[in-house]
């Protein structure tokens, strides 16, 4: 696949700037900070381009820049003592209260069904509301998620870059997930059904 040509790559860094700043301030949690990094992924976009080989589409390959420049700015986060560590959560009992001794759903918790789940995916509402819940996490589960399930970093990666053990990192991933179905059933598939 051949580079798309000059004017056909700004436009599209105009138009994927939004998501990129939106998947920035998710994970860093500081508008300031997240402009920053969306800037010099941009600058790395435009510097690098002849490197751009078309194994994957331009917008994922941009994504792929600025998920090594968010990890950069948490690094300075934690260098500059302004990461917030992760702590224990204040709701654990209303997760656990979901759940049987036996570890099985209560039936008034148990999921909805999504239907077929690959649909969810491609309707622009369906994001918007997992945009708005994933926002609503606390910004420490948010970020473990998304490291994980949106950047593609294996629960080692997220560890040492976090600073946490293992199990600590699956619970949190547990909780994430827990709360996003919950957000998401009421956000949006209670909002779908007529």
Known sequence: MSTPPLDDRMQR??????????????HLRNHSQA???????????IEKQDSFSGRSGYETWVFGILKFKILDTMRVQKRQGTW???EDEADDEAIDRQFRRNGRWLKEARPTSWGEPEAAFESETFWQVFDACMIALPDNV???FSLRELMGLSTEEICRELGIKENNCWVILHRARLRLRACIEQGWLTEETP
């Open 13 to 26: 860094l105009t138009a994927v700037r939004p998501r990129l700043l939106s998947f920035a301030r998710l």
């Open 35 to 45: 402009e920053d990094a969306v800037q010099d992924t941009l600058e790395a976009a």
């Open 84 to 86: 917030q560590p992760l």
């Open 142 to 144: 948010a970020r473990v």
